[in-house]
């Protein structure tokens, strides 16, 4: 792991979490400054001034309605996040949160693909950026190869985002289950990705 | 009977169309003064009378009714939205020298651009009038707040636009996700869908509803429909979409996809983009849009956005039901619901 990215949020991470959680940061910043501005206790609105506020004391209501709704709003980005990823991961940050990935549900004999994205949100490139991935595996001990595309960078540039196809084909007589994998960059050896699939009967099969 | 082309069904395009022409209508009354030039009346009618989507007004409308209200109403502040909104297009395109606006001659084409700034000054003047008309129909004070609510408005659609404007005058290329994201809920987010959500149920709840869950609604239905407009500005069809092809490239816009390909491009690619950005705008000529729209394609910076609107969206779907969690459900309220893919997946 380079000096650059140590630290920081894992590298490699979902675009649509990052949109989800980048927009949650921008409107969580608003609410104070609408609150003020156009909320109870504003003039511009219309409403009647509070008695016995001096001017400038901080208003405790509405910073523990503030607080309330910051602990409300982290609590059902948990719960959108892990609709997003599949997988939250543990919340309480003693361990290193994992993302996922999930193929579409997929028939034996069929082919599936779906996308990962290495994220750097530094300012520094990240060099030489390799990936590694397990076999999909199932419970009962069958697998599935994975391909990735590409499997190694040879540079992942500042605050950039680049896409790295996962394939895998599923081998007519596969038995039907739900199959784990798990991607591993070079550059955020600690912060692996699980990618599932599941192979589901052909119609009009058993 | 109910047709269904993806996620939209012809109920939910004739309810569209419905608030649509009532809130025009409503918007057309307040240019129906015959003592005003028709060098005013003219050019400030064009764009009202063209095939908009009205997506604002419908916001609007359909918020106050599903929160209990008659869509009467709203009707003079939807009207008030429908001629700020105009006002903007006008300027904007002035700002923009952009040369279509929804598939005809921008305004300033057809009349120059003199004509065209006082046509956009003379609609935002005549919103005034409309939300004045609140005063009867709502009573002082709740019409107070509305007006408060456009003021806030107002100032937040104007002060985005000129940091969009600054950013591209001063050559800025070091921009993240957050800047965008901050810019258009500034310029995009809060006419488009921030300020219909929240009037339409403050009159619609007699002042009484909970309006900061339809900040975060608004927002992430904006920034979801503007990041989609970026893209569409890329790979739509232009007599789909209305506006000339490539325009946001041409003009440098900041948008994320420039952003993403600017973070994401090679030591030499970015030079070419930095070096494209340097030009003046009637300097960059056809071949380079072209190439730069060939690297953006190469850099899966269209791709990246797409992603990026999508968790944005799906942050939508969640917030739209806690914003209308009290409201029971009925036709305007399925029609809220709707919007959200309509607007977050359209090809126009």
Redesign the interface.
Known sequence: MTEAVRGLRPLVS???????L??????D???DL??R???PG?A???YADRPGSPPDAPDLRLLARSTA?MAEAYV?LLG?VA??VGEAGPADGSAPRGVGAAFPATVPGGRAET?L?LHNPTSTPVPEVTLAATPLVAGVGAAVPLRLDPPRLEVL???????VRLTTVVPAGQPPGTYHAVVVASADPDGPVTVTLRVVPAEGRP | MRSTTGHTTTAFLDRLAEYDRTARTAARGYLADPDLSRHLLDPAGDYLDRNGKGLRPALCLATCEAFGATVEDAVPSAAALELLHTAFLVHDDVEDGSELRRGKPTLHRLYGPALAVNAGDGLAVLALGALRDNDQRLGR?LS??VL??F??MARQTVDGQARELGWQRDNRTDL???DY??LI?KKTCWYTTVLPLRVGALIGSGGQAD??PM??FG??LG?AFQIRDDVLNLVGSTKRYGKEPLGDLREGKRSLILL?LL????AADRARVEAFLALPPERRSDAAVADLAALVHAY?SI??AD??????A??AA?AFE?AFAAVPDSPPRRFVADLVPFMVDRDR
Not at chain 1, 157 to 163: C, Y
Not at chain 2, 263 to 266: D, L, V, Y
């Open positions: 979902d675009v649509r979490t990052f949109g989800l980048s927009a949650t940061s921008v409107v910043r608003y609410v609408v609150e501005t156009l909320g504003s511009a609105a219309g709704r059902g959108a609709g997003v996308t994205w540039p500042a605050r950039a985002s680049v896409p | 004070a107070a707040r408060a609510e003021v806030f993240t996700p957050d994201l901050d809920m309006l900061e900040l975060r927002f992430f920034a993403h973070a994401a491009a090679s899966g791709a990246f992603e990026f609107a999508h968790g944005i799906r942050s969640a806690e």
